[in-house]
């Protein structure tokens, strides 16, 4: 499959994940780049509530019932969004919050956002295409596989409801299994993939290059504001990290997970959005703005959970700093203004929230699934320090020793310039001086917060076991899903860090004489720290690029990947060719880590193993696993059960580079007698059962 072949499937699916949420935010009164940005999230939720609710009234999965839901929700926002703008002008307010004129752009705007969103997206994209080889290659890693059996599965059964869609992955030991399909369904609704594997390829490209520079232009408008190029700038710098998108999608093959991320800029830029005041608009608590406000910010939420539920943590790391902040500035100005009435009403109502917060912890540490989440242990033991250093350098896929260093360190310039204006807008109560406006925009110490939140949790992730470790269970204790998120905050700090630096160099130009300096003087601030950005990029795209496509080349091709190969070349053409080989009805045994799970995914056979984890399997499932190459009644009888019709075997082994289950046994070798060949290619051999 070539990559022109795979062009309108790209583009169709872009659609579906960006346009249905963008107008629906829209029709809520959202507009330009923040409802282009907020879109991926209401739309990721609209699919997944709308799969949810399909399910119970029995109706298949497909478009019809889907673009009925979606026009049905365009509908209510339209209507939702009409009602919020009459009820301001009736309050005589200007519009206000998500409705914020000064968010939007003109056309040379659009152009330098544009601009940023295209370079950005090439930065991005091509390493990612150079390293998958082909837009049909197969996705080699645990998760990987579980995800395309899964998309599979609500394929054959039209069921893509996050409560029950995964089920056919676990056979007969659960009739319903929670886990978020959003993902999914998204990747088997989309038009015009030749195959599972395409189209899930495809949404590496959607999620985490198109959504994802979407969502840091919104966010990059909603914190810095005013000249469009301090947009351009975030989004430029949110293509120069790793930890999101080319850890998560590659080699750790998290495709859900990683389409929650990709929503979350979008998201926080909504909620900076909503919380934004000025004079003469309504507050937040006015009906007609707290409404739509909190249906728009909460379907966007539940497009991150729809998702990914460790995405939603990830998101609450980021947004619940702000709303902190938000809520203690305005109590402290109610103590500070109001009666005793008033400050016993802020009182009670501080002590009833923070009691709803204990409750509502301890809830949700009472569900089993997340305490089964938070139990999971990995075997890490970085030094918490050198863990928090390689977090800000960005490493592994930065330079040897010093990472990205040329971007940690505008971060961390950046998080002095924020952290000096939020203590002198509290030291003076009045707003930044527009010279330092310039620089920090809306940012405010929470980002910071959000930013320390992100580095201490990743080194923890990473570091020895101790009790706060636990934290950490909620992104099954892996340091690259806590860390995906911090780009998010990162991008921005680095804006302003870009910003800060070339307001220096321009004040020492002015009090310095010579050649460069003089050059300097009356260059606009933005202008420089554009300059600085982009010598930036030049110099470390020589790097970034080999690396990111070799990242990718982990995951995809044969010869390179990491923690084993599952299939090899010749060996997927045998899969190809099962269509063919065997009958509909087929049902294929195998080692699902040496390639026997991707008979439900690519050849479209069923799977007695179709993915790679065994802790949920029945009785003739560990049977077969165990004794299949004795063939005897026992193993006949859990093979009529199961009817098992093929079986799978591939002789490569650890010491080839194969990716074994060596636990396995009964099914690393072919019985002596009662199967007979039916296709081979390369180590592997496909045969048919024919002794029970």
Request: hydrophobic share 55%; aromatic share 6%; glycine share 10%.
């Amino acid at each position: 499959m070539s990559w022109w072949e795979l062009l309108p499937g790209l583009l169709t699916m872009t659609v579906a994940v960006v346009v249905p949420g963008a107008l629906v935010l829209r029709a809520a009164g959202v507009r330009g780049i923040l409802a282009l940005g907020g879109g991926a999230a209401v739309s990721v939720a609209l699919y997944g509530t709308t799969a949810i609710v399909l399910d119970r009234l029995g109706v298949a999965w497909s478009w019809p019932p889907v673009l009925v839901a979606l026009t049905a929700a365009v509908g209510l926002a339209a209507l939702l969004g009409g009602w919020g703008r009459r009820t301001r002008r009736v309050r005589g307010s200007a519009p206000d919050g998500l409705a914020d004129p000064d968010l939007r752009l003109d056309r040379r705007g659009a152009a330098w956002v544009g601009g940023a969103v295209a370079v950005s997206a090439l930065l991005l994209a091509l390493p990612i295409a150079r390293g998958m080889v082909a837009p049909d290659a197969l996705m080699q890693h645990w998760d990987g596989v579980y995800h395309v059996s899964g998309v599979q599965a609500i394929l054959d059964t039209g069921n893509a409801s996050s409560l029950g869609a995964m089920a056919p992955l676990y056979g007969a030991v659960s009739p319903t299994v929670y886990y978020p399909a959003a993902w999914h369904g998204i990747v088997a609704l989309a038009p015009g993939f030749a195959s599972v594997a395409a189209a899930a390829n495809a949404s590496t490209f959607v999620f985490g290059v198109v959504v994802w520079l979407l969502g840091m232009a919104a966010l990059g408008r909603t914190l810095l504001g005013g000249d469009p190029r301090r947009t351009a700038l975030v989004v430029v710098l949110g293509a120069g990290f790793s930890a999101f998108p080319v850890v998560i999608l590659s080699t750790l093959a998290q495709w859900p997970f990683g389409a929650g991320i990709a929503l979350i800029p979008g998201v926080l830029a909504l909620m900076v959005a909503a919380l934004r005041g000025h004079p003469g608009v309504a507050p937040i608590t006015a009906p007609g703005r707290l409404v739509p406000t909190g249906v728009v910010l909460l379907t966007a939420l539940a497009g991150v959970a729809l998702a990914h539920a460790s995405a939603l943590f990830s998101a609450l790391l980021l947004l619940v700093p702000g709303v902190v902040a938000l809520l203690a500035r305005g109590l402290a100005r109610r103590w500070r203004t109001g009666e005793p009435a008033r400050r016993r009403r802020v009182a009670v109502g501080t002590s009833v929230a923070a009691v709803a917060l204990v409750v509502g912890g301890a809830v949700l540490l009472a569900n089993p699934v997340v305490r089964n989440v938070l139990a999971y242990e990995r075997d890490v033991d970085t030094p918490f320090h050198l863990a928090v250093l390689h977090t800000v350098l960005g490493q592994p896929l930065g330079w040897p020793t010093v990472g990205n260093l040329p971007v940690a360190l505008l971060t961390i310039v950046g998080i002095v310039a924020v952290v000096r204006a939020s203590l002198r807008r509290a030291r003076t109560g009045a707003p930044d001086a527009p010279r330092d406006a310039a620089v920090v925009g809306q940012a405010s110490i929470w980002i910071v917060v959000a930013y320390v939140l992100v580095v201490a949790l990743t080194a923890l992730a990473s570091g020895p076991p101790n009790v706060l470790r636990l934290l950490t269970g909620l992104w099954y204790t892996q340091a690259a899903r806590v860390g995906a998120v911090l780009p998010v905050v990162a991008a921005p700090l680095a804006a302003v860090g870009a910003l800060a630096c070339a307001r220096f160099m321009g004040t020492r130009a002015t009090r310095t004489d010579g050649p460069v300096a003089r050059r300097l003087r009356g260059v606009p601030v933005v202008a420089a720290a554009s300059g600085l950005v982009v010598a930036l990029v030049v110099v470390t795209v020589g790097w970034f690029v080999p690396a990111r496509t070799g990242r990718f080349e982990q995951a995809y091709v044969p010869e390179k990947i990491v923690w084993g190969t599952m299939v090899r070349a010749e060996e997927v053409e045998l899969l190809r060719r099962m269509p063919q080989t065997t009958p509909a009805d087929a049902v294929v045994l195998g080692d699902p880590r040496n390639g026997a799970a991707f008979t439900y995914s690519v050849a479209h056979r069923r799977a007695v193993f179709p993915q790679l984890a065994v802790q949920n399997l029945s009785a003739d499932q560990r049977l077969l696993r165990e004794r299949f190459a004795d063939l005897d009644a026992e193993v006949c009888a859990a093979v009529e059960r199961l009817g098992v019709t093929h079986f799978y075997l591939d002789t490569a082994g650890v010491a080839d580079g194969a990716k074994v289950d060596v636990d396995a046994v009964g099914l690393l070798r072919a019985p002596a007698s009662g199967v007979e060949v039916v296709d081979t290619a390369g180590t592997t051999t496909l045969y048919r059962v024919t002794g029970c």
